[in-house]
């Protein structure tokens, strides 16, 4: 269970970076975006690892306070970046 975790997470970082590409050549983004973006990908990062991890080991109630504690801000950080730092400087 856990080996398919780190491979599903390998797939999900690849797909970010991807994502990651394509924003930075649709979008004008500034060094605040670019950090909002790193810090929102490794909270979620930490959150996926955090919530598997603990639902694979018999603990879902440790895996419901990663998903809360990690998972929350970063869809927060996410929905407001997305709206104050990227969306605003489309590129023509």
Same mark, same amino acid.
């Given at each position: 269970?856990?080996?398919?975790?780190?491979?599903?997470?390998?797939?999900?970082?690849?797909?970010?970076?991807?994502?990651?590409?394509?924003?930075?050549?649709?979008?004008?983004?500034?060094?605040?975006?670019? &950090?909002?973006? #790193?810090?929102? =990908?490794? /909270?979620?990062? *930490?959150?996926?690892?955090?919530?598997?991890?603990?639902?694979?080991?018999?603990?879902?109630?440790?895996? &419901?306070?990663? #998903?809360?504690? =990690?998972? /929350?801000?970063? *869809?927060?950080?996410?929905?407001?970046?997305?709206?104050?730092?990227?969306?605003?400087?489309?590129?023509?």
């Amino acid at each position: 269970m856990m080996g398919l975790m780190w491979y599903l997470m390998g797939m999900g970082t690849t797909a970010a970076l991807w994502g990651y590409l394509y924003l930075r050549r649709s979008y004008r983004l500034g060094a605040a975006a670019n &950090a909002v973006l #790193l810090c929102t =990908f490794a /909270l979620a990062w *930490l959150c996926i690892g955090w919530s598997w991890g603990s639902f694979a080991e018999g603990e879902p109630q440790s895996g &419901a306070m990663g #998903l809360m504690c =990690f998972g /929350l801000p970063t *869809l927060v950080m996410a929905v407001l970046s997305w709206r104050n730092l990227i969306s605003p400087y489309k590129q023509a």
